[in-house]
C-alpha cells in the first residue's frame, strides 16, 4: 500500500493495465483494429503522458477485456490506474470471503481464525504484485471461488460458467489443470457451462470487435517478446531457466504441461469418487493449471488464494475435536502455511531475473511441492482399507 500510493503520476501511466487502457481507449474511439497495434497502442500511451522510453505495454488480453475495461478509460490513465488496481484487490478480497464462507469448518471454528485464514491467503508478494502492477487476476481469482462455492451447492453448470466466463476475459492459459480436472470428474455440466461462459466472452469480443481482433490476439499472445520464456514462472519457465531457451527446454515444458494436466485429470476422478476429497483435490488441480500455464508470472499465483482458505479449512475439519482447541493448526496445517509463505519469497527471488542456470526458477519448485502435497493427501487417502471403494456420501460436500 505505502508503495502503491508513492508511484508518482508518470510512472503509474506505465503499469501493466496500461496495455489494456490503451486497447479500451483504442474501442472507445472506434479504432478496434488498432487495439494489438503496438504503434497505435504507444500513441495512445504519449498522448496519456507516459514516458518516452516506456511506451511499449501490450494489449495480451482476449478482445471482450478491452470492452470490459472500456468505461475506466474515460480517466485520465493515472487515475483509471489506480481504480482499476483498487477494484482488482477488492475482487480478491471477495474471492477470500466467498471461500471462506462456504470452506468446511468445524462448527467450532471462531470467527476470529476464519478471518487470520482470510488475513493470511491476501497477505502474499502476489497481492503486492497484482496491486501495484494493476493486473486482471482478480477477475479470475473470482471466479475460481464461485465455482467453487457452486460446486459444494452442487451447482456444476454455474461453476463452470463461472470458471469459463472469468477465464476467457483476462487469462485463460491459467485453467489448463481445471479444465482437465472436470474431465476427470467426467463433470459434463461443468464443462457445458465453462464452454459456455467462454462461448459468451467471445461473443462479446466478436460483436464490440470483430474477427480480425481475435487474430490480433493470438499473433499477440505468441510474440516470443511478450512472453520470455525464462522469466516464466510455471514449468516452462524452470526448464527455459534451467537449460536455456531452446527447443529441447521448449518440448521438456510442453511434456510437463501434459503430465500436469493427467495429474489434474486424475485428482478430479478421484473427487467424483469420494466427495470427501473434492478440496484437497480441486486446490491441487488449481496448482497444476499455474504449473502448465505457458505464461506464468508472480502476480497470476494469486489464483491460489481460495484453494489456501479450503485447504485449511479441509485440513481443520479432518479432526474437529482438536481444530476447536489449541491443537490447531496442527502439524499439516503449519506446513501448508509455511508453503504459502515460502511462495511469496519465491516470488520476490525470481522477480525480474532472465538468467539460465542453477537453480532455474524457485516458484515452480515450490509450485511443484504444494502440487505434490495435495497429490500425496489425495493418494493416501485413497489408499486400499482407508476407502471403500466407490465411496459416495448422502449429501453433495460433507466434511469428512
Known amino acids: 500500500m505505502q508503495v502503491w500510493t508513492a508511484i508518482p503520476p508518470d510512472a503509474s501511466r506505465t503499469s501493466d493495465f496500461a496495455g489494456t487502457y490503451a486497447a479500451a481507449t483504442e474501442w472507445r474511439t472506434g479504432h478496434s483494429a488498432d487495439m494489438y497495434n503496438e504503434g497505435a497502442e504507444q500513441q495512445v500511451l504519449a498522448a496519456s503522458g507516459a514516458p518516452v522510453n516506456h511506451l511499449n505495454i501490450p494489449f495480451e ?8 475495461a472500456s468505461p475506466v478509460s474515460l480517466l485520465d490513465a493515472a487515475s483509471a490506474y489506480r481504480l482499476w488496481s483498487l477494484l482488482q484487490l477488492l475482487l480478491l478480497v471477495a474471492a477470500v470471503a466467498v ?17 487470520t485464514v482470510a488475513g493470511v491467503a491476501i497477505a502474499s508478494f502476489a497481492t503486492g504484485l497484482l496491486f501495484i502492477e494493476a493486473q486482471w487476476d482478480g477477475v479470475l481469482v473470482l471466479g475460481v471461488a464461485l465455482a467453487y462455492a457452486c460446486w459444494r451447492a452442487d451447482r456444476a453448470a454455474i461453476a ?32 457445458a457451462g465453462a464452454a459456455s461462459g467462454a462461448m459468451a466472452t467471445l461473443l462479446i469480443g466478436l460483436a464490440a470487435a470483430g ?11 505468441l510474440k516470443p517478446s511478450n512472453s520470455p520464456l525464462a522469466q516464466m514462472q510455471g ?26 494436466a493427467l495429474v489434474a485429470a486424475w485428482l478430479g476422478a478421484v473427487s467424483a469418487r469420494d466427495r470427501r476429497l473434492f478440496e484437497p483435490a ?58 504459502w509463505i515460502a511462495l511469496s519469497f519465491a516470488t ?39 476407502l471403500s471403494r ?5 449429501r453433495p460436500f460433507e466434511s469428512a
Do not use: Q
Not at 102 to 110: K, L, M, Q
Open 282 to 339: 480441486l486446490a491441487g488441480a488449481v496448482v497444476l493449471s499455474l504449473l502448465a500455464a505457458p505464461h506464468l508470472l508472480g502476480h497470476d499465483l494469486t489464483l491460489l488464494a481460495p484453494p489456501l482458505v479450503f485447504g485449511l479449512a479441509w485440513l481443520a475439519a479432518r479432526t474437529p475435536a482438536r481444530a476447536a482447541t489449541a491443537g490447531w493448526p496442527d502439524r499439516d496445517a503449519l506446513l501448508l502455511i509455511t508453503g
Open 211 to 221: 474477427p480480425l481482433a481475435f487474430e490480433s490476439f493470438v499473433a499477440a499472445l
Open 99 to 115: 471461500a471462506v464462507r462456504v470452506a468446511p469448518w468445524p462448527r467450532a471454528t471462531s470467527p476470529l481464525v476464519k478471518v
Open 348 to 386: 520476490m527471488y525470481d522477480l525480474g531475473k532472465n538468467t539460465s542456470g542453477l537453480p532455474g526458477r524457485l516458484t515452480p519448485w515450490v509450485l511443484l511441492s504444494l502440487a505434490a502435497a495435495c497429490t500425496v493427501t489425495v493418494a493416501a487417502a485413497v489408499r486400499p482399507g482407508r
Open 61 to 68: 488480453n482476449p478482445p471482450a477485456a478491452a470492452v470490459i
Open 390 to 394: 466407490g465411496a459416495r456420501i448422502a
Open 160 to 191: 463452470g460458467f463461472a470458471i469459463g466466463f472469468t477465464a476467457a476475459i483476462g487469462k485463460p492459459h491459467l485453467v489448463i489443470g481445471i479444465a482437465a480436472f472436470m474431465l476427470g470428474r467426467r463433470d459434463w455440466r461443468a464443462l
Open 235 to 260: 514449468m516452462s519457465g524452470l526448464f527455459s531457466s534451467l537449460m536455456g531457451v531452446n527447443g529441447f527446454s521448449y518440448m521438456l515444458g510442453l511434456g510437463a504441461t501434459f503430465i500436469a
